[in-house]
C-alpha cells in the first residue's frame, strides 16, 4: 500500500464556490507527493457537499464527511485528523487558493528538518499584501494591551511593541514563531500523537495558536516558511455566521488569555485587558448588528 505523504483537511461551511476553486488549486499546483483530501462539511445550506459528490469525489484520494450540525473549527478537523493516513496534516481553509508548489515545498521544510513540528508558509491578502496571522507570537500581557489599544499598528516598525505580529521583520525571512496560520498549518503525525488534537473549547478562532503552543512545549519547533504563497480570501465564511463570529472572536481571546497569561502581571493588569477585550467586542459586535454583512475576522 503506497504511504499517504500528507493528510490534507478542508472544514467547509458554505462556502461552495470557494471551496471548488480551492480543490482545483490543489489538483493543479500540487505534484510529486502522494496526499488525500478529507473535506468536512459542517452542515452547508448552498449545496456544497454535492458541488464536492459531482466534481471531486470521483477522485480516490478525496473523501466528504458529512456533519448534521455546526460544533465549531476544532470539532470538525478533529473528525478528519481521527481518520487521516498522511504522514504530516495540512489543515487549509476553503477560501484559500494555493499558488504553484506552496504544499510541496512547506512539506519538505516540515519533514526535512526533524525538529520541526509545524510549519506555516506566505499567507497573502487578495492584493497581495501579507496576512499578519502567518506568523506570530503568542501576546504576552503587555503585547496584548499594545494590540488591543492600536499601539502596535501605529509603531510597526518598532521591534518591541511589535513582537505579536512580528511587522519588522521581512516576510521573506524564516522564522521561528509561536503560531502560523490556521488558514494553512502544517503538522508532523508524531506531534499530534503527543500533544493530542484541537482544544475544542474554542469555537472558531485561537485553537492553532494554542495547538502551536503546545507542540513547542513538546519540544519541536514552529516555523514560518516563505516557500510558497497561498491567497486567502479573509473572512468569506466568518461574516455569514454575522454577530456568533464577532462573539467567538473575542471569547477566544479570553480562553487564550486565561490559558497562557492570566496571573503572569499583576491582578490590575489583567483586568484591563479583559476590560479591553470586552469594548472591543461590543462595539464590534454593536458595528456587526449595524452593517450585518460586514466582515468580523477570519481563521487564523
Same mark, same amino acid.
Given at each position: ?57 470521483? +477522485? @480516490?484520494?478525496?473523501?466528504? !464527511?458529512?456533519?448534521? /450540525?455546526?460544533?465549531? %473549527?476544532?470539532? &470538525? ?111 508532523? +503525525? @508524531?506531534?499530534?500523537?503527543? !500533544?493530542?488534537?484541537? /482544544?475544542?473549547?474554542? %469555537?472558531?478562532? &485561537? ?94
Amino acid at each position: 500500500m503506497l504511504e499517504i505523504n500528507l493528510s490534507i483537511i478542508i472544514l467547509n461551511w458554505n462556502a461552495k464556490d470557494l471551496l471548488k476553486d480551492c480543490l482545483n488549486s490543489i489538483y493543479k499546483n500540487t505534484k510529486d507527493l502522494s496526499y488525500e483530501i478529507i473535506i468536512v462539511d459542517n452542515n452547508s445550506s448552498d449545496r456544497s457537499c454535492a458541488m464536492v459528490k459531482e466534481n471531486f469525489l470521483h +477522485r @480516490e484520494n478525496c473523501s466528504l !464527511i458529512e456533519n448534521k /450540525d455546526n460544533k465549531g %473549527f476544532a470539532w &470538525g478537523n478533529n473528525q478528519a485528523i481521527r481518520v487521516a493516513k498522511g504522514r504530516a496534516i495540512l489543515l487549509l481553509n476553503p477560501d484559500t487558493l494555493v499558488n504553484e508548489e506552496a504544499i510541496n515545498k512547506t512539506y519538505e521544510c516540515l519533514v526535512n528538518d526533524e525538529k520541526l513540528g509545524v510549519a506555516g508558509c506566505k499567507v497573502l491578502n487578495t492584493d497581495g499584501t501579507l496576512q499578519l496571522a502567518c506568523r506570530r507570537m503568542a501576546p504576552r500581557p503587555k503585547d496584548a494591551f499594545f494590540k488591543i489599544f492600536g499601539i502596535s499598528k501605529l509603531f510597526k516598525n518598532n521591534k518591541n511593541l511589535t513582537r505579536y505580529n512580528l511587522t519588522h521583520v521581512s516576510e521573506d525571512e524564516f522564522l521561528d514563531v509561536d503560531s502560523v496560520s490556521g488558514c494553512f498549518l502544517m503538522i508532523k +503525525r @508524531e506531534v499530534i500523537d503527543k !500533544i493530542g488534537l484541537l /482544544d475544542e473549547t474554542f %469555537f472558531m478562532y &485561537g485553537e492553532e495558536m494554542d495547538w502551536c503552543m503546545r507542540a513547542k512545549k513538546a519540544g519541536y519547533i514552529v516555523r514560518y516558511c516563505p516557500v510558497g504563497t497561498i491567497i486567502h480570501y479573509k473572512g468569506e465564511s466568518s461574516k455569514k455566521l454575522g454577530v456568533k463570529a464577532t462573539y467567538e472572536f473575542y471569547r477566544a481571546m479570553i480562553i487564550f488569555y486565561n490559558k497562557y497569561n492570566k496571573g503572569e502581571s499583576i491582578f490590575l493588569f489583567d483586568w484591563v485587558v479583559y476590560i479591553g477585550i470586552v469594548l472591543l467586542g461590543t462595539v464590534a459586535i454593536i458595528k456587526n448588528m449595524l452593517v450585518p454583512n460586514g466582515r468580523v475576522g477570519t481563521k487564523g
